[in-house]
């Protein structure tokens, strides 16, 4: 298994609509544990192949406490919403922004498994907000598109001005 790297908004392949998987293989099976020991080892609760630049319908996560159960989702689809809550958001790729997003409260969500088997299932509080942001980034969207334009220039610079220190950081070298 390897650590992939995360894109960061706002590079424009996060806006890449992803294709649907039609080939249940080895290559498949390989990226899922990769996306999920990549969620992991960056504390995350969800990640699409989207945000690690590979172009497919599928979706990992991993929303228990225990942080032992993990799911994937390959060409999953929303056949059903009701109600509507707010949660506060955060991205892998939007590192250390966070935003209120309103999404449905509960969804009936059909997809496949890493084998090609199709399944449906009934979602609702994170879980359900969870699987609506990582199929959002399979559809080429963030959640700070929900945001003002205003707030998404700030969240930008934000993620700009984060950058610089970082390449600066490095470039001194750590303190003695």
Do not use: W
């Not at 249940?24 to 699409?48: C, E, K, P, S």
């Not at 996560?61 to 159960?69: A, F």
């Not at 907000?129 to 559809?139: G, R």
């Not at 934000?158 to 070298?173: D, N």
């Amino acid at each position: 298994m390897a650590e992939l790297q995360i894109l960061e908004f706002p590079d424009p392949r996060l806006r890449t609509v992803a294709q649907p998987v039609t080939v249940y293989d080895a290559d498949l099976q390989g990226l899922v544990a990769d996306m999920l020991r990549t969620m992991y080892t960056a504390n995350g609760i969800g990640l699409a192949a989207t945000q690690v630049d590979r172009h497919v319908r599928l979706l990992v996560l991993d929303v228990s406490e225990s942080r032992d159960q993990p799911r994937e989702y390959i060409n999953p689809e929303i056949i059903s919403r009701e109600g509507e809550q707010v949660c506060e958001e955060g991205c892998l790729s939007v590192p250390g922004v966070y935003a209120n997003v309103e999404r449905a409260e509960h969804i009936r969500i059909r997809a496949r498994d890493r084998h090609g088997i199709e399944f449906e299932e009934d979602a609702s509080g994170l879980h359900a907000v969870c699987l609506q942001h990582e199929m959002d980034h399979l559809e080429g969207r963030l959640f700070v598109d929900y945001l003002s334009p205003l707030k998404r220039q700030m969240v930008r610079k934000r993620l700009a001005k984060q950058r610089r220190q970082a390449v600066q950081e490095s470039a001194v070298g750590p303190a003695l």
